[in-house]
């Protein structure tokens, strides 16, 4: 143990005791009862395939909704612990993108909550990462406040690529926390692919 993890221990992202690492052995009996990992592949579609690990529902709804809104910027290593325990990422993809949100969003959170999880994957499994090929250009309203329609106009034409050299034939893997009617990434994978990416596969905490 380092003197880091003497001042400032690791502790559980569900239950929040000390714990060697984010999830507790205890709490990662109960996930493993509700964990959902499936994979959908789309053929409609401009991403190649969606995977999530949750249903957007009860605690896992609670811990996002924290991690998002209210600050709790911590529990990406509780998120990311979670899906390179789970999912098989390793030689599957070129480079790991987040679905980014606007600068100024950014601003008043303190962060993005897709980017924290995509670059601590990346880390951890020694994979690319790039904050900087895939930029939301517009600060638009929640795509929680709107129904399926809205949702499709909201995102339209509202990502640019930049530096698309570093995607040019790749196989992306695209990180977001909630998946509902697809819209957001589906847009994001329009761009994207219309600027040389080779594959896009969507993974997710939820699906909702
Ligand atoms: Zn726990």
Same mark, same amino acid.
């Given at each position: 143990m380092n003197i880091l993890e003497?001042?400032?221990?690791?502790?559980?992202?569900?239950?929040?005791?000390i714990s060697?690492?984010?999830?507790?052995g205890k709490c990662k009996l109960k996930l493993k009862e509700v964990l959902k990992l499936n994979t959908v592949v789309y053929k409609n579609k401009y991403f190649d395939s969606h995977t999530y690990l949750f249903k957007y529902e009860e605690k896992i709804r609670d811990k996002l909704l924290k991690y998002k809104f209210r600050d709790y910027s911590y529990l990406y290593?509780?998120?990311?612990?979670?899906i390179i325990n789970n999912c098989n990422l390793q030689n599957n993809y070129d480079i790991i993108l987040p679905v980014p949100i606007h600068k100024k969003r950014k601003q008043m959170r303190g962060y993005n909550q897709s980017e924290l999880i #995509?670059?601590?994957? #990346?880390?951890?499994?020694?994979m690319e990462y790039s904050n900087r090929v895939l930029i939301k250009m517009v600060n638009t309203v929640p795509q929680s406040s709107l129904n399926q329609t809205q949702r499709m106009s909201n995102v339209m034409g509202i990502y640019k690529v930049i530096n698309s050299q570093i995607i040019d034939q790749k196989r992306i893997l695209l990180i977001d926390d909630i998946f509902t009617t697809g819209s957001t990434v589906n847009e994001c994978a329009k761009i994207l692919k219309q600027n040389g990416a080779k594959t896009i596969d969507v993974l997710t905490i939820a699906k909702d």
């Open positions: 003497i001042i400032y221990p690791k502790t559980c992202g569900m239950c929040e005791d060697k690492s984010y999830l507790c290593k509780f998120f990311s612990e979670i #995509a670059k601590e994957i #990346a880390k951890n499994m020694n």
